[in-house]
């Protein structure tokens, strides 16, 4: 396991498509997981000082470093105006210098508004092994509204899906539905972890309700069975309660659970609910096996606390890039993801002022299989 230190840093119908869903046939296609290998992983380079209030300055450094540590493992697209790439790309090689990254870096004129592309960006299924028609790699473009409407404006981040289908000539489908990516969480194998307090929320979807957000996610994601946890529990979140926030897959049954910093923390009751959801449920494919994933004590920025939790990590090829927080559970959490993880570099990286910006690495990242 390793440590990096960064610089002081942050509706309509699901019926609408039916025509373009017939024609692509997405019954021949599935959702590779997390761990699966990739080709590469997009991001948005950091472009909103009002997502890092009073410290955006320290932002672009710490960013720089995060990329470096993923082009260690794999090549990294970031989207990035032409104008911003200016002082981007110096921020970046020299950080890919320093980490001694294998991999390119590569920048993408693509404006966005801010940095979470797991939430609006593109989402890639594969072409099933055993089918041999149609295109080998498909997009899903969701709809996007910054999380409830919470953020404006969002219409750069909203276009991205399509421009970079677009850009890399990969066909996307649009089911006309809101839906962030950091609120599914996939096994690879049919079965979707995702929180009753974000899918469920009115002010994403207020004419869908659960039997008929789960046939979306089935008809657009071709998974089988849902574990529906109720979602709360990680104090600062600002997303009500996306699933990478509280449960993360790292195996095709092995689930890592958000657990409170102490027994008696004013979350720990709804972080339980979280852990007994996901041991309760089953499926035809079988049970879930919960791991408790210790949270650090409580972090602040300007008198706010923070949504620091090391469910936030990311799987490159060949590693986990895990967001620390200058906390006595750091190590805990990294030996728990060598752990679950054995035959992967396990990176952890200070995100002390990432997280100020209310996410972390899965948040800011989206990867796009190999084929």
């Given at each position: ?23 692509l046939n997405l019954t021949n296609y599935r959702w ?340």
């Amino acid at each position: 396991m390793e440590h990096l230190t960064a610089a002081p840093s942050k509706i309509s119908s699901p019926g609408s498509l039916k025509r373009i869903v017939t024609e692509l046939n997405l019954t021949n296609y599935r959702w590779p997981a997390e761990w699966e290998p990739h080709t590469a992983t997009w991001v948005g380079w950091p472009v909103s000082p009002e997502t890092w209030p009073g410290i955006f300055e320290l932002i672009p450094p710490a960013y720089a470093k995060f990329i470096a540590a993923m082009a260690r493992f794999e090549q990294v697209n970031v989207l990035a105006t032409d104008e911003t790439q200016k002082l981007a790309k110096p921020l970046v090689d020299a950080a890919c210098e320093e980490a001694g990254a294998a991999f390119e870096v590569k920048f993408f004129d693509i404006p966005i508004n801010d940095s979470w592309c797991r939430d609006y960006g593109p989402i890639f299924l594969n072409r099933r092994s055993d089918v041999a028609a149609g295109p080998e790699q498909v997009i899903i473009d969701w709809d996007y509204n910054s999380w409830g409407g919470k953020y404006p404006p969002w219409d750069h981040d909203a276009a991205v899906a399509k421009q970079i289908s677009d850009r890399i000539q990969i066909q996307a489908v649009k089911p006309g539905i809101i839906l962030e990516g950091g609120a599914i969480e996939g096994n690879g194998n049919g079965v979707l972890l995702t929180t009753e307090s974000c899918l469920l929320n009115p002010n994403r979807n207020p004419n869908l309700n659960k039997e008929q957000m789960e046939e979306a996610l089935r008809k657009f994601l071709q998974v089988e069975s849902f574990a529906w946890l109720p979602g709360e529990g990680i104090v600062g979140d600002d997303t009500d309660g996306h699933i990478d926030q509280v449960a993360r897959f790292v195996s095709d049954t092995k689930v890592l659970v958000a657990a409170a910093y102490d027994d008696d923390a004013p979350e720990a009751a709804d972080l339980r609910a979280n852990l007994k959801a996901v041991a309760d449920f089953r499926s035809a494919s079988g049970s879930l096996q919960p791991v408790e994933l210790r949270m650090p004590k409580p972090k602040f920025q300007q008198e706010h606390r923070l949504p620091a939790c090391y469910c936030n990590f990311y799987i490159v090829n060949n590693g986990v890039i895990v967001p620390t927080f200058e906390d006595a559970a750091d190590d805990v959490a990294l030996q728990l993801l060598q752990d679950a993880f054995p035959d992967r570099t396990i990176v952890g990286v200070n995100a002390i002022e990432l997280i100020w910006g209310l996410g972390a690495f899965h948040c800011m990242t989206q990867q796009q299989p190999v084929v």
